[in-house]
């Protein structure tokens, strides 16, 4: 058995990479699909409206944990031989769409329907009504729960570990099972969590709060 000591602690800080990398790839990959499926599902093409409908119930209705089960376990099935490093960052590039689409679709409704009028009386088909007058004023709005579902992104890379990707969680697994120090090693991987998520919790409401205080002008 190991002592717990500087070594260990650098281990499990130096995991932190994985973490974060892999929460960037997620939430790059999310921000593409959350942004296919919100134009999805406000879509004039019922079609769209529907796929884009099951996407989200699929992947909002299942727990994360069973979709990269799911992503890890059935792509050999498949044929694809995929290792928890691409198995962890699709199943939760998935997720992300998801989320982040239904997230955006509420944003782009609230869009005051005055301005979805006023862009159709200019005459701007749908492309240019989007892209020049609704999204943008959907991506103010749609910041701060952005913001705020980062933390939750970046809290689900946990689950990766299960999978056997040695990202932050992992990292503390390994570390505890050398060591039989469960309080002290969980304890500083929650402290590191907490660490990179709390500013970016502080960051969401104060974009929160500086919105709320615009639409009162």
Not at 14 to 37: E, P, Q, Y
Not at 159 to 177: D, K, S
Request: charged fraction near 10%; hydrophobic fraction near 60%; charge should be positive.
């Amino acid at each position: 058995m190991r002592e717990f000591g500087i070594n260990e602690v650098w281990f499990i800080v130096a995991a932190v990479r994985w973490t974060l990398l892999l929460s960037i790839i997620a939430f790059a990959g999310g921000i593409v699909g959350g942004l296919v499926i919100a134009l999805s599902r406000t879509s004039e093409i019922k079609a769209l409206r529907v796929a884009a409908m099951a996407f989200i119930q699929v992947f909002q209705g299942t727990p994360l944990l069973m979709q990269l089960f799911l992503v890890f376990f059935g792509a050999p099935l498949l044929g694809w031989d995929l290792n928890p490093w691409v198995a962890a960052a699709i199943a939760l590039m998935l997720n992300a769409s998801a989320f982040l689409g239904e997230i955006w679709r509420g944003c782009i409704q609230a869009v005051p329907r005055g301005q979805w009028e006023a862009a159709e009386a200019l005459g701007l088909h749908y492309k240019s009504r989007m892209r020049f007058v609704v999204l943008p004023q959907a991506f103010k709005i749609a910041l701060p729960p952005t913001v705020g579902f980062l933390v939750q992104l970046i809290k689900g890379t946990s689950l990766a570990a299960i999978i056997g990707f040695v990202e932050l969680t992992r990292a503390g697994q390994i570390i505890n099972n050398a060591t039989f120090e469960p309080f002290l090693v969980f304890g500083l991987v929650a402290a590191v969590y907490f660490v990179l998520c709390w500013p970016l919790s502080l960051l969401a409401a104060r974009m929160e709060r500086r919105y709320a205080a615009a639409l009162a002008r």
